[in-house]
Nanobody, 129 residues
Framework: EVQLVESGGGLVPAGGSLTLSCAAS????????IGWFRQAPGKEREGVSC????????YYRDSVKGRFTMSSDNAKGTVSLSMTSLKPEDTAVYYC??????????????????????WGQGTQVTVSS
């Protein structure tokens, strides 16, 4: 069973930085994608970034390009999201998600959580103005 456990959330001032980690385990084969999503109060969950296990190519939503960097450490089984120049509008619960069928471009536009195979429990990121 795939398990995803996020950590690293917290409270930071606008302009600050934060790195989230997702400990991923239980993958039965090595062709999958892992993404970061976020959900602010009263808003839909939205894809933030994604990485493919086959080529480590990363994808980002436009609003975080140049500020967020996603990386993976296969030896440690972790995926990280380094966030810089944080803005109050980045405030949300951030989720790690994994899927065995979707490509990153498709995963990032998913709005229905049930369409993705696995989710973590989420970690809160709050950016104060």
């Amino acid at each position: 069973e795939v398990q995803l456990v996020e950590s690293g959330g917290g409270l930071v001032p606008a302009g600050g930085s934060l790195t989230l980690s997702c400990a991923a385990s239980g993958f039965t084969h090595d062709d999958y994608v892992i993404g970061w999503f976020r959900q602010a109060p009263g808003k839909e969950r939205e894809g933030v970034s994604c990485i493919s296990s086959t080529d480590s190519h990363t994808y980002y939503r436009d609003s975080v390009k140049g500020r967020f960097t996603m990386s993976s450490d296969n030896a440690k089984g972790t995926v990280s999201l380094s966030m810089t120049s944080l803005k109050p509008e980045d405030t949300a619960v951030y989720y790690c998600a994994a899927d065995f069928a979707l490509h990153c471009e498709s995963l990032l536009v998913v709005t229905t959580p049930g369409a993705i195979d696995y989710w973590g429990q989420g970690t809160q990121v709050t950016v104060s103005s």
